[in-house]
T-cell receptor, first 113, second 114 residues
Framework: DTAVSQTPKYLVTQMGNDKSIKCEQN?????MYWYKQDSKKFLKIMFS???????INETVPNRFSPKSPDKAHLNLHINSLELGDSAVYFC????????????FGPGTRLTVT | GESVGLHLPTLSVQEGDNSIINCAYS??????FIWYKQESGKGPQFIID?????DKRQGQRVTVLLNKTVKHLSLQIAATQPGDSAVYFC?????????????FGTGTRLTVIP
């Protein structure tokens, strides 16, 4: 009965490769998010989707492309991976795009070598 | 024990003592604030939130205080337990028009000494 799930949990890949991280929520929420957490634990929002529409894009390189096939899923595709992309990526969801608490997934640790 | 949040990223307290974790936020227009707890290898977990029209909110063993004058937020944990050991983040909502756009602080690592 996991609320927000992500796959894979760990991802190790080489520079220049393209990879995807998947996220699903079974909470019936309308809004989903992607965050990046660096090695110093700093957590920064990347994207937000509300009912499959992009509402927040926080100056993320266009190598990162989120895709929301339906409101329960928000996938993150990354092209031409760079060393600096190594981080933990968290998906989250909230009831709506307003002032609601966000529920986070377990994270995907991406390591680019 | 008490921390200054962004400037002192670690806090150690004895089991049973009260903990106070502080956070300074930057945007005077922020209207919603949340405290999250992150245990090792896990995603952030909601603890308590507060809207800008309040200055105090209490949960189970936790209290959040908001001082808008000095843009300061604190999380008080009563009778701290070993299970409270984690990194604690404050987050402020900078979204406009009620939109949810959270900006997180750098976090404070709380260690509870048995």
């Amino acid at each position: 009965d996991t609320a927000v799930s992500q796959t894979p949990k760990y991802l190790v890949t080489q520079m220049g490769n393209d990879k995807s991280i998947k996220c699903e929520q079974n909470l019936g929420h309308d809004t989903m998010y992607w965050y990046k957490q660096d090695s110093k634990k700093f957590l920064k929002i990347m994207f937000s989707y509300n009912n499959k529409e992009l509402i927040i894009n926080e100056t993320v390189p266009n190598r990162f492309s989120p895709k929301s096939p339906d409101k329960a899923h928000l996938n993150l595709h990354i092209n031409s991976l760079e060393l600096g992309d190594s981080a933990v990526y968290f998906c989250a969801s909230s009831q709506g795009a307003g002032l609601y608490e966000q529920y986070f997934g377990p994270g995907t640790r991406l390591t680019v070598t | 024990g008490e921390s200054v949040g962004l400037h002192l990223p670690t806090l150690s307290v004895q089991e049973g003592d009260n903990s106070i974790i502080n956070c300074a936020y930057s945007n005077s227009a922020s209207d919603y604030f949340i405290w999250y707890k992150q245990e090792s290898g896990k995603g952030p977990q909601f603890i308590i939130d507060i809207r800008s029209n309040m200055d105090k909110r209490q949960g189970q063993r936790v209290t959040v205080l908001l001082n808008k004058t000095v843009k300061h937020l604190s999380l008080q944990i009563a009778a701290t337990q070993p299970g409270d050991s984690a990194v604690y983040f404050c987050a402020e909502n900078r979204g406009r028009g009620g939109a949810n756009n959270l900006f997180f602080g750098t976090g404070t690592r709380l260690t509870v000494i048995p």
